[in-house]
């Protein structure tokens, strides 16, 4: 004898199969999202060449191999305001003047 199934079971597994199509969905947003990131990583926001890390008076700041340009990390810039406080200060505070606000 075949049963046809009652709405309710219909409902039950439409409501199984959103759920899990909504999982997967955010799962494979995710994964996107991580390999997006990885692509950017130590590129420079300027011409997108590859950023090389340097260490100078014990403060590592993010230099282009392409541009030149010098990129900061959080807390790099508090960093290279102490270092200016000791004898290669003349140095750093004119770095540090040449940036907006931060006198």
Do not use: I
Request: proline share 3%.
């Amino acid at each position: 004898m075949t049963e046809k199934p009652s709405s309710n079971e219909e409902e039950y597994f439409l409501r199984q199969d959103a759920e899990l199509v909504k999982e997967l969905r955010a799962k494979l947003d995710e994964d996107r999202a991580k390999a997006e990131r990885r692509t950017h990583f130590m590129k420079c926001p300027k011409c997108g060449a590859d950023l090389k890390e340097v260490v100078r008076e014990h403060v590592a700041v993010d230099v282009c191999s392409e541009c030149g340009g010098l990129w900061l990390d959080a807390g790099e810039l508090e960093m290279l305001k102490k270092v200016r406080e000791n004898r290669f200060g003349a140095l750093f505070n004119d770095l540090l003047s040449a940036l907006p606000g931060k006198k």
